[in-house]
């Protein structure tokens, strides 16, 4: 479902004008529902503290509207499937992060699988290198989807710990809602 996303995005700019925000607006608005009735389902579990909610519209606000955001953006610029290519370093940034901030060092075989991964995509990328006004729009929709991941990236490692204490699907439901807001 991850990858299929942007195809149905895909299609919906090629079937009409549409701003990203919009479209971005109406996937928000369809799934608001869903997680509202999860959120009040998941209620009567234990009270979470003022800093876990703070936790929770932070995240919510990076880790799904400002990520959605820049995946919707870099869109109108990248085709789907490269687009994924750069939205699935999110990975790899996971373990860079975990690294740097929470100090869990990158085994071998990590690092290897890094130095690959991003070999790979400046090979993809190298042929869109250049002044053209084509290329500097790929390049700018590429450096979007790549803040995408980034944001989802620190969402995951930020929110390891308040998942956790807050519980899975609550942090999902109460994390979307939030999202549906900006």
Same mark, same amino acid.
């Given at each position: ?6 195809? &149905?995005?895909? /299609? ?16 928000? @608005?369809?799934? $608001? ?9 998941? %209620? *009567? #579990?234990?009270?979470?503290?003022? %800093?876990?909610? /703070?936790?929770?519209?932070? $995240?919510?606000? &990076? *880790? !799904? !509207? ?6 919707? &953006?870099?869109?109108? !610029?990248? +085709?789907a499937g490269l687009g %994924?290519?750069?939205?699935? /370093?999110?990975?790899? $940034?996971?373990?860079? &992060?975990?690294?740097?901030?929470? *100090? ?5 075989? #990590? =690092? ?5 991964? !991003?070999?790979? =995509?400046?090979?993809? /990328?190298?042929?869109?290198?250049? =002044?053209? +006004? #084509? ?15 980034m944001c989802y990236a ?22 979307? =809602?939030?999202?549906? @807001?900006?």
């Amino acid at each position: 479902s991850f990858a299929f996303r942007p195809v &149905l995005i895909k /299609l919906c700019y090629a079937v009409s004008p549409v701003s990203a925000t919009t479209l971005l607006f109406l996937r928000m @608005a369809l799934s $608001l529902p869903f997680f509202l009735a999860m959120a009040i389902w998941l %209620r *009567g #579990e234990k009270p979470i503290s003022g %800093r876990d909610w /703070l936790g929770i519209v932070g $995240l919510g606000f &990076l *880790g !799904y !509207y400002l990520a959605s955001l820049l995946d919707f &953006l870099g869109l109108q !610029y990248v +085709p789907a499937g490269l687009g %994924r290519l750069i939205m699935f /370093l999110y990975p790899t $940034l996971v373990v860079i &992060l975990s690294a740097f901030f929470l *100090g869990k060092p990158a085994t071998r075989k #990590e =690092i290897a699988a890094l130095v690959i991964t !991003y070999a790979g =995509i400046a090979l993809v /990328l190298s042929n869109k290198l250049g =002044i053209a +006004p #084509e290329h500097r729009q790929f390049m700018f929709g590429a450096l979007l989807i790549f803040g995408s991941a980034m944001c989802y990236a620190v969402y995951l490692v930020t929110g390891s710990q308040l998942v956790k204490r807050v519980g899975s699907a609550r942090f999902t439901a109460y994390t979307m =809602i939030v999202s549906t @807001a900006p």
